[in-house]
């Protein structure tokens, strides 16, 4: 009877360690919801970029990888979040890669070739690529 009792304890102790666990192990899960790492992977073809907008939260890391299938380079930077691409620019049938933490709320069109804004269609290669964090 002794030994039955005994047993008993141990076996509520593990189920209490399990629990105890699984708790701290469903709780480190929801504090990675918060900020995550985000990946896109664009594609810019005829001065047009696809997708044309990404969205990302507050607190992710966000990495965009270009792909550009034009004959011509394409600038992209972001100044709020010291973002860009090595020498600013997507080469010429090239990729670039882009990463950043995006610490702040912000929505902009980021391709550089000429107007800073969505709405400024003043720029030689006419694309835009916008950059929501919410
Ligand atoms: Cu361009």
Redesign the pocket.
């Known amino acids: 009877m002794l030994m039955k009792s005994g047993n008993q304890l141990i076996i509520a102790s593990i189920i209490v360690a399990v629990s105890f666990i699984a708790f701290a192990w469903i709780l480190s899960g929801a504090n990675d919801n918060k900020s995550a790492t985000k990946v896109f992977d664009v594609t810019l073809e005829n ?1 047009r970029y696809t997708p044309s907008k990404i969205t990302a939260n507050v607190g992710d890391t966000v990495i965009i990888n270009f792909t550009n299938k034009d004959s ?1 380079a ?2 992209i930077a972001i100044p709020e979040f010291n973002a860009t691409v090595p020498n600013g620019h997507i080469p010429p049938n090239g990729t670039a890669q882009m990463k950043f933490y995006a610490d702040r709320p912000f929505k902009s069109d980021t ?1 550089i ?1 000429g107007g800073a804004k969505p709405s400024d269609k003043s720029d030689d ?1 006419g ?1 835009e690529f916008i950059v929501e964090i919410i």
């Open positions: 001065n011509v394409h600038g391709a070739c290669h694309e």
